[in-house]
């Protein structure tokens, strides 16, 4: 039985249960169902179900303002609905806004950094190509990253940046990093259960066009 707070359809019914059973939960969880519920109803990517879900999103961040865990990831999921509206600039405003909150609150991190470095490529924002460089070598000199796919997406925008300032080389360097992730068959992870987590199953062909593979 799907959870109440997991709903692919949005009828008067589902919304009267859903706000129903909201009520009667612990007010600490209360955003966290709202976002949730929020995620489902972008993952079906119709229409009126992602307008439905921005209501969600925005009711977290209006009613819930002292909830931090779930403040980031909203701006995130907000900016994820503007890209399936093919709204570039309001994307990048609320993955920057997410971003923006991961340095006053670290403790939640989104996958903003990439969302953001990916459409600030795709839409060849060349004014922002610094500012996606210093995000994404600092991701990789501060952390520990196990999934190949997070590299092979990080190592392609910088061999793209690399090219576009004019170093051939260390573009050609970075890009046979990102296409060594790109075939890796496991994580970095010790689990062996967990070792197929984060490989890439699809290549992004745009991104593989930019740096110029065939």
Do not use: H
Request: aromatic share 12%; hydrophobic share 35%; net charge positive.
């Amino acid at each position: 039985m799907t959870d109440w707070y997991r709903r692919k359809t949005w009828t008067k019914t589902d919304e009267e249960e859903f706000f129903a059973k909201l009520g009667r939960a612990r007010k600490d969880g209360r955003a966290q169902y709202l976002k949730i519920q929020a995620i489902e109803l972008i993952y079906t990517k119709e229409k009126k179900l992602v307008n439905v879900a921005e209501e969600l999103l925005n009711k977290v961040l209006r009613e819930y303002p002292e909830n931090r865990i779930e403040k980031s990831p909203c701006y995130n999921f907000l900016g994820q609905i503007y890209e399936l509206r093919n709204d570039a600039e309001m994307a990048i405003c609320f993955y920057k806004k997410s971003l923006d909150y991961e340095k006053e609150f670290p403790n939640v991190i989104t996958s903003s950094y990439l969302d953001f470095s990916k459409i600030v490529i795709q839409e060849g924002k060349t004014e922002s190509y610094n500012e996606v460089e210093k995000i994404l070598i600092e991701k990789i000199e501060n952390e520990s990253i196990s999934f190949p796919v997070q590299n092979y997406i990080m190592y392609s925008i910088l061999a793209i940046i690399s090219e576009f300032k004019g170093n051939s080389e260390q573009a050609r360097s970075f890009a046979e990093i990102a296409e060594k992730n790109s075939k890796a068959e496991k994580n970095s992870l010790w689990n062996p259960r967990k070792q197929k987590i984060g490989i890439v199953e699809n290549r992004i062909n745009w991104l593989d066009k930019l740096v110029g593979r065939k």
